[in-house]
């Protein structure tokens, strides 16, 4: 029958923070479903997003980028995420960008790819920027099933890992149904969504400090979606700085989410947001 050889699989991308998995991820479904930002660490959570294609169904896991230079807990719980991601998936997607050498960071993420028991394309991101570096990379396509220079934000040779992808799928049942794009239900997309603002406004240890929990989010009946969330940072002196003189800096990162979500629901919504201290949020985290 037909529909018996539709293929359907997981394709996991895989990198150092900051290399462009999150800002692939979106390119490769057409919409935001993931954060991005130019700060290394900002995906903390192994999301899924989906593409649908007449002959199947990829799904793609983003993971936290593996980082070596700050070896707290959370970056050990982060690249912990990574190394579970690996496990049960049909592709790797091991993204790299060669505006950066080959150092010992991206050698400990080659060891965890090479590693890994099923086909594997690697992907030289940022290819738009001519990076000087890509020559290292270009050294391991032995070890590749394909190697495609690509740019996730341009949406240079986008297609033809999209093609990849089908083509390396096995045949299978749908994992999700038509339509769905993403695992993510409303609440953590919309904490995402603030998270990338503080990312986008503080800077140095700031954002690693914080973590956002939305508490509510309602269909008023003026028609107002209405949504209050907390940012949740482990030091009294980071609150200051993420209130600002007069509130400056939280009402700008409350304003920026609140148009995003205008923009993107086509509807009025207020943000309420405050700022909180909790030291330990990093020892919940999961
Ligand atoms: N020039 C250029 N910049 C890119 C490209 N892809 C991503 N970037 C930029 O690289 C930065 C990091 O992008 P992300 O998608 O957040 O990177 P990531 O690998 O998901 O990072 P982590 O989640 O921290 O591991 C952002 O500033 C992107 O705009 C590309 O193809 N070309
Ligand atoms: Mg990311």
């Known amino acids: 029958m037909e529909n018996d050889k ?23 479904i057409g919409t935001k479903v993931a954060i991005t930002t130019p700060k290394p660490q900002t995906t903390r959570h192994a999301l899924q997003g989906v593409i649908h294609d007449p002959r199947g169904q990829v799904v793609i896991v983003d993971t936290p980028g593996i980082f070596t230079q700050v070896p707290d807990n959370l970056t050990a719980k982060l690249n912990e995420i990574v190394r ?13 960008d060669p505006t950066r050498h080959v150092g ?17 394309i690697l992907v030289i991101n940022k290819s738009d920027t001519r990076g000087p570096y890509a020559d290292e990379y270009r050294a391991w396509s032995d ?6 220079e690509i740019s996730a934000t341009k949406g240079h040779n986008l297609k033809a890992l999209h093609e990849k992808l089908i083509e390396l799928m096995p045949v299978g049942e749908e994992l999700y149904p038509a339509e769905l794009l993403t695992n993510q239900n409303r609440k953590f997309r919309i904490a995402e969504l ?21 508490d509510e989010v309602a269909e008023r009946e003026n028609g107002v979606l209405y949504v209050q969330a907390r940012i949740l940072t482990n030091a009294k002196r980071y609150r200051g700085m993420i209130i600002g003189q007069g509130g400056r800096v939280i009402k700008s990162i409350g304003q920026a989410v609140r148009k ?6 086509d509807r009025k919504v207020f943000v309420d947001l405050t700022v909180e201290v909790e030291e330990k949020w990093q020892e919940r985290f999961e």
């Open 6 to 28: 539709k293929k359907s699989g997981l394709a996991v991308l895989v990198g150092r923070s900051n290399v462009g998995k999150s800002t692939l991820l979106n390119a490769l």
């Open 84 to 96: 579970q991601s690996l496990k049960g998936i049909d592709v790797v997607v091991y993204v790299v």
């Open 104 to 120: 010992d960071e991206e050698k400990i993420v080659h060891g965890l790819v090479s590693a890994a028991p099923c086909p594997k």
């Open 260 to 265: 995003e979500m205008e923009t993107v629901t």
């Open 194 to 214: 603030i998270r990338e603002k503080v990312f986008l406004r503080l800077h140095d240890e700031v954002p690693y400090s914080t973590t956002v929990e939305v």
């Open 143 to 148: 070890e590749f099933d394909t190697v495609l």
